[in-house]
T-cell receptor, first 109, second 113 residues
Framework: KNEVEQSPQNLTAQEGEFITINCSYS?????LHWLQQHPGGGIVSLFM???GKKKHGRLIATINIQEKHSSLHITASHPRDSAVYIC???????????FGTGTRLQVFP | NAGVTQTPKFQVLKTGQSMTLQCAQD?????MSWYRQDPGMGLRLIHY???????DQGEVPNGYNVSRSTTEDFPLRLLSAAPSQTSVYFC????????????FGPGTRLLVL
C-alpha cells in the first residue's frame, strides 16, 4: 500500500463546478504539500500546510492531522485549472518528501 | 531570478552511453534534489544535497551519481545509461527541509534506446 494515496485518479468537470481532490497518508508527517503539474510538465507548489486551512484565490487546502487526510478544493473551476494535482508529505526528522501519484483534472467549457 | 533551470530539455541516448543532466538555481537554496517521474508512479527521489559538499542517496540511486561543488549547481550523472532510466527528471530546490516550499525545474525528458 502506498504511503500517500490520492483520489480520484482522474476527474472531469464542467466549468464553474466545485472540485475536491483528496489525499490520505499513513505516516506521521511534518508538513503536506499540494503541487500542480501543467500539461507542459512544469511543477508548481500551491500550498504547504501542517494544520488547519489555507486559501489562495479559488484554491483552498485543508488538513486533518488526526485523520491523516487533506483535501484540495477548487471553487468556480475553469479550463485553465486542467492539470495534474500532486500531494506530497514530508516525513518527520528527514529532508525527504513522499509523493502521491497525482489526480488528473480536466475542466471543460 | 531564473529560479531552477535544467538542461537539456530532451535527450536521446543509446544504452551504455553516459551523460550529465544539469541543474542550477539562483535562489541561494541549500537543499537540492533530483527526482524521476514515471507513468503511474509518484515522483521518486534519486539523490539529494543539504549543502555544498554534502550529498546523500534517495529512494532510487542506482545508476546515478551526483556532486555538489557549489550552492548553485547540482548535476546528475548517468554513467552507463539503461532503458530503465527512460523517464522525466526533475530537479528541485528549497531553503530547508520538507517543511519548506519546493521549487522545481522544468524537467528533462530522457529516452534511452
Amino acid at each position: 500500500k502506498n504511503e500517500v494515496e490520492q483520489s480520484p485518479q482522474n476527474l472531469t468537470a464542467q466549468e464553474g463546478e466545485f472540485i475536491t481532490i483528496n489525499c490520505s497518508y499513513s505516516v506521521g508527517i511534518s508538513a503536506l504539500h499540494w503541487l500542480q503539474q501543467h500539461p507542459g510538465g512544469g511543477i508548481v507548489s500551491l500550498f504547504m500546510l501542517s494544520s488547519g486551512k489555507k486559501k489562495h484565490g479559488r484554491l483552498i487546502a485543508t488538513i486533518n492531522i488526526q485523520e491523516k487526510h487533506s483535501s484540495l478544493h477548487i471553487t468556480a473551476s475553469h479550463p485553465r485549472d486542467s492539470a495534474v494535482y500532486i500531494c506530497a508529505v514530508g516525513a518527520p526528522n528527514t529532508d525527504k518528501l513522499i509523493f502521491g501519484t497525482g489526480t488528473r483534472l480536466q475542466v471543460f467549457p | 531570478n531564473a529560479g531552477v533551470t535544467q538542461t537539456p530539455k530532451f535527450q536521446v541516448l543509446k544504452t551504455g552511453q553516459s551523460m550529465t543532466l544539469q541543474c542550477a538555481q539562483d535562489m541561494n537554496h541549500e537543499y537540492m534534489s533530483w527526482y524521476r517521474q514515471d507513468p503511474g508512479m509518484g515522483l521518486r527521489l534519486i539523490h539529494y544535497s543539504v549543502g555544498a559538499g554534502i550529498t546523500d542517496q534517495g529512494e532510487v540511486p542506482n545508476g546515478y551519481n551526483v556532486s555538489r561543488s557549489t550552492t548553485e549547481d547540482f548535476p546528475l550523472r548517468l554513467l552507463s545509461a539503461a532503458p530503465s532510466q527512460t523517464s522525466v527528471y526533475f530537479c528541485a530546490s528549497s531553503t530547508g527541509t520538507s517543511r519548506r516550499t519546493q521549487y522545481f525545474g522544468p524537467g528533462t525528458r530522457l529516452l534511452v534506446l
